[in-house]
């Protein structure tokens, strides 16, 4: 395969505007510039880790997780990843995820039996189709894109490869409070605006809206997303944009928010929430990223916000037991996570040409699926999570990185340093990840 160079490597699988490089004032085309007819790629990862604590923190009494060792190993995910040249100005995309080794469930939703829920296939993990679009490129400032799509909400979504975290397994905060990685079927407009200082990349979408069934407790939206069923409801859709700012070498500010005005009425049974009134749903999120020669550092901030949750957690803790969510109350009308991270390139820091790509790193995270709880419900301070995440890259090839690193949680408490009221949890990982283009023509 083709040496990309180091900064074009970092995005080399993403197909949206945010796919540039920093400098890069054709971003639009660029990612499409490196091949005439297809291209075939992937990423995938794998992760062995070692805990100090049980299976469920809700389930250890007053102390919270029960300190127990165990270790687990996985395959989080592997993307095959696809792109064909229709023509110069028509471009097919699609990336197929399986997650967990697993082929997922399938469900139906029988009306011949009151509607129940009935499952066909159970086993871990699924198989999912992440993207499916066509895209039909105009000019640097004006693209259209239908089909599967990546919504760009929030710094891991829109930028979820392996290689763009430092971390064995994705942040933490906002894979927890949004689905991951969040594809959703509808159209977008992207491009490129602006040059100099003044570059700007944008992506705007409608697209099918979340599942009020899906939120909960300990997940707030992280299990909300449509697609369960063969088609998704969209009575209700939701609005997502996102700009980017790469107006300064090496530097990238974004922020991108989402809209939905009546996440009910997008729910399995159309009677679920009728006659509560409408279930608003609004997401901000900031992140942005520096790099050069020495350092690489991360940043990112995400506020949601849930409108009517009464009458979300009037019905959601009766949701049929067949049902495929958690029907755990209450759900918060305010969930966040912040979090920033930091790495330092140790070759050329010490000016070792011969020596490998390896970064040292420590990230930080906060976050809390029940920031505001209203109504008769409290929030419950074991959801409350500040976390420590210390390690090292090393990657022997541009597209190939070994990963190690240690987490600490504090649960309880919103404090960086110190102990949350209930017991820590800790663990040691190890991981191996690669991305990039296999064969291209």
């Given amino acids: ?26 971003a639009v085309a660029a990612p499409y510039d490196s091949f005439s007819k297809y291209r075939v790629g992937g990423y995938g990862e794998m992760v062995a880790a070692w805990k100090d604590y049980g299976t469920n923190r809700f389930f250890g009494g007053q102390y919270g997780n029960s300190k127990t060792s165990r270790s687990t190993i996985a395959i989080p995910r592997f993307v095959v990843a696809m792109d064909y040249k229709l ?54 400032s004006l693209n259209v894109r239908a089909g599967h799509m990546i919504v760009p909400v929030g710094l891991t979504n829109a ?41 700007f990349d944008y992506e705007a979408m409608v697209v099918a809206g979340l599942n009020a069934n899906g939120f909960d407790r300990n997940n707030w939206a992280g299990g909300a997303s449509q697609g369960i069923f063969e088609e998704d409801n969209f009575t209700s859709p939701a609005y997502a944009v996102r700009l980017d700012w790469r107006g300064v070498k090496g530097l990238r500010l974004g922020g991108s928010f989402y809209f939905c005005n009546n996440i009910g009425a997008n729910s399995d049974k159309k009677q679920t929430y009728e006659g509560l009134g409408r279930i608003p749903l609004r997401i901000w ?20 916000n849930l409108g009517n949750t009464d009458a979300v957690n009037s019905r959601n803790g009766k949701l049929s037991n067949n049902s495929p969510y958690s029907r755990l109350t209450p759900v918060a009308k305010r969930a966040v996570s912040y979090g920033g ?4 390139n140790l070759r050329n820091l010490l000016h070792l040409e011969r020596m490998p790509v390896v970064v040292p790193f420590a990230r930080y995270e906060y976050y809390n699926p029940q920031q505001e709880v209203t109504g008769n419900y409290s929030a419950d301070n074991r959801l409350q999570t500040s976390m420590w995440v210390a390690g090292i890259n090393w990657r022997p090839l541009p597209n190939l990185i070994v990963k190690a690193d240690y987490t600490t949680r504090q649960i309880g408490t919103s404090k960086v340093f110190g102990k949350g009221t209930y017991n820590s949890e800790n663990e040691f990982a190890v991981g191996v990840a690669f991305v990039g283009w296999f064969a291209r023509k």
């Fill in 1 to 26: 395969m083709k040496r990309v160079p180091a900064a074009a490597a970092a995005l080399a699988l993403t197909t949206t505007a945010a796919a540039a490089t920093a400098n890069d004032s054709t």
């Fill in 87 to 140: 023509s110069k100005q028509w471009v097919v995309g699609a990336e197929i995820e399986f997650e967990s080794g697993g082929t997922g469930s399938a469900y139906e939703l029988e009306n011949t039996e009151n509607g129940e829920y009935e499952t066909e296939l159970e086993k871990g993990g699924e198989v999912a189709i992440e993207q499916f679009h066509i895209t039909r490129l105009i000019t640097r």
């Fill in 159 to 199: 930028h979820h490869e392996p290689n763009l975290f430092f971390g064995t397994v994705r942040p933490e905060g906002e894979t927890t409070l949004l689905p991951s990685t969040w594809h959703e079927t509808g159209l977008e407009l992207f491009g490129t605006i602006g040059k100099g200082t003044a570059t």
């Fill in 285 to 304: 999120s900031f992140d942005g990223q520096y790099s050069n020669r020495y350092v690489t550092a991360r940043a990112n901030v995400l506020l949601g």
């Fill in 341 to 344: 991270e930091v790495g330092v």
